[in-house]
């Protein structure tokens, strides 16, 4: 096992998902942080049932870190502000946007994907899948994918994951010392939408109204006639798509 920072490292050739290999890590004991990448996927998964096609040249890493459970909602918004401000660092002149709950738009374009999942023990496993090199056509999704590589943004796996670690563990710092609002704040500058009228589609039907951010947890405020529904699960569009 290497180390990158504080986390307990392992880059593999090919595995199913890097979620697994990276719970298989995890303990009742905790105690440690892991991280696991890998240069292939055969069998990664998206959200909702969705699979994530894991070609080489893209980016497949897992981390695992002890979270309290009602955390966890707080904690995505971490992972994908991190990976806005990865891609930023790097290219800093990208067209780059969050897209609620947890994606990342280049261009208009899902550039990433992000999967929670709980590990052995309190350990939250983050699954984070990023187009370095490839965009995968994505099933069952309304979204277009694009990678960083067909737009002109050249860069490579590794050096990739050592810069977002980096960034990834200043804004776990920044959330332990100061709180989810500086994480939230920082979040809705770059979002999607904002003020603006969207569709929410959710497992059992489809909502209109004004995005109005999101509350402590996470949570979407949608402004429909005139309350605020808060929205946990769904697929946002917006009013041009
Ligand atoms: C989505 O947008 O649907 C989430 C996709 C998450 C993909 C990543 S790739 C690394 C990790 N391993 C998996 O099996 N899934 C996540």
């Given at each position: 096992m290497q180390k990158i920072n504080d986390w307990e490292w392992i880059d593999i050739e090919?595995?199913?998902s890097t979620n697994d290999a990276v719970r298989e890590l995890t303990s009742e004991e905790g105690g440690h942080k892991y991280v696991v990448t890998a240069k292939?996927?055969?069998?990664g998964r998206g959200r909702r049932g969705r699979s994530w096609i894991g070609v080489e040249g893209n980016l497949f890493m897992s981390y695992a870190a002890e979270v309290e459970t009602k955390d966890w909602g707080q904690a995505v918004f971490i992972v994908s502000l991190s990976l806005l401000e990865t891609i930023r660092t790097l290219f800093p002149t990208i067209n780059i946007r969050l897209k609620w709950p947890n994606d990342v738009l280049v261009a208009g374009r899902k550039i990433s994907g992000i999967l929670l999942e709980k590990g052995n023990g309190n350990y939250l496993i983050m699954g984070i899948g990023v187009n370095i090199k490839n965009a995968p056509q994505l099933n069952n999704s309304s979204y277009q994918s694009v990678s960083l590589s067909e737009l002109g943004y050249e860069t490579d796996r590794i050096s990739f994951f050592e810069k977002y670690t980096e960034i990834l563990d200043a804004n776990f710092c920044r959330w332990k010392n100061y709180g989810f609002d500086i994480i939230k704040e920082r979040w809705l500058a770059d979002a999607?939408?904002?003020?603006r009228e969207i569709t929410v589609r959710t497992e059992k039907e489809e909502k209109k109204g004004s995005f109005e951010g999101i509350d402590e947890n996470g949570l979407l405020l949608l402004k429909t006639e005139n309350k605020i529904e808060k929205i946990c699960a769904g697929d946002v569009f917006f009013s041009k798509e």
């Open positions: 090919e595995t199913g292939k996927q055969t069998a999607q939408g904002l003020g």
